[in-house]
């Protein structure tokens, strides 16, 4: 059974179609990556997953069970989680508070503290600046943080929309490692959405390319990364 399965989505803002009717699956112990330039309709799908932005029609099933119609809390209850484009971290709340936002949903002290514990061993530096106010941190130290804050809640699939933007290279690098050692150490199922798409495509077990709202190109990310079409379309090549 997959961990997560998307038939017929479609996502209306007011009179624009911003995703049409697509189809996509996220094997359980899977990395999926979808790829595609700035309005293709990639954001929208995660929001549309976690429930953020509602469905104009089609299923969303998490483990076989129809989460559709289930608000957000409901849906990261279920083992959902995102981490969003831009961050989104409480500037004057240290790393550490923002952290345990993550957790709200959480009523276990002990698994509160593993996965701090857990987030700490995956992201030194965010050890190292738990004290510190977040609005302090650099971009790549708020976007472990972000990551973390979606940790907290204990997924089983993991969503992270553009975790490399506007961030240093090397750092893009230490976060990449940590997306395949969540997703090799604790069978994480991982969807990444990402406009660097040779990133996104090294990392993906498997991937989809959007462009306009719809599905144009599938298949494992070696075979994207080699696919005429996506080169020239989202590889400069």
């Known amino acids: 059974m997959p961990m997560l399965e998307v038939r017929g989505l479609t996502v209306h803002y007011g009179a624009l179609e911003a995703v049409r009717n697509i189809d996509f699956t996220v094997e359980t112990g899977q990395i999926?990556?979808?790829?595609?330039s700035n309005g293709?309709?990639?954001?929208t799908t995660l929001k549309a997953v976690i429930g953020l932005a509602n469905a104009a029609s089609g299923v969303i099933q998490l483990e076989g069970t129809d989460v559709t119609r289930r608000?957000?809390?409901?849906?990261?209850?279920?083992?959902?989680?995102?981490?969003?484009?831009?961050?989104?971290?409480f500037a004057r709340m240290s790393v550490q508070e923002n952290l345990l936002v993550g957790a709200h949903g959480v009523?276990?002290?002990?698994?509160?503290?593993?996965?701090?514990?857990?987030?700490?061993?995956?992201?030194?530096?965010?050890?190292e600046r738990r004290a510190q106010l977040a609005g302090s941190l650099s971009g790549g130290e708020q976007q472990m943080?972000?990551?973390?804050?979606?940790?907290?809640?204990n997924p089983r699939l993991l969503m992270l929309d553009e975790p490399s933007l506007g961030i240093a290279?090397?750092?893009?690098?230490?976060?990449?490692?940590?997306?395949?050692?969540l997703n090799t150490d604790n069978?994480?199922?991982?969807?990444?959405?990402?406009?660097?798409?040779?990133?996104?495509?090294?990392l993906a077990h498997h991937a989809y390319a959007l462009d306009h709202?719809?599905?144009?190109?599938?298949?494992q990310g070696a075979e994207l990364l080699d696919d005429p079409f996506v080169q020239k379309a989202y590889l400069g090549i």
């Open 32 to 36: 999926v990556a979808l790829i595609g």
């Open 40 to 43: 293709a309709g990639k954001s």
């Open 71 to 89: 608000g957000p809390a409901a849906r990261v209850a279920a083992g959902l989680s995102l981490s969003p484009e831009g961050r989104r971290l």
């Open 107 to 127: 009523r276990s002290a002990s698994v509160i503290r593993r996965n701090l514990e857990e987030i700490y061993t995956l992201f030194p530096r965010v050890l």
């Open 145 to 153: 943080v972000a990551i973390g804050r979606a940790l907290m809640s």
């Open 169 to 181: 290279p090397k750092v893009v690098a230490e976060i990449a490692a940590a997306i395949q050692r």
């Open 187 to 202: 069978g994480m199922s991982i969807v990444v959405v990402e406009q660097n798409a040779r990133l996104a495509l090294r």
């Open 213 to 219: 709202g719809e599905i144009v190109r599938a298949g």
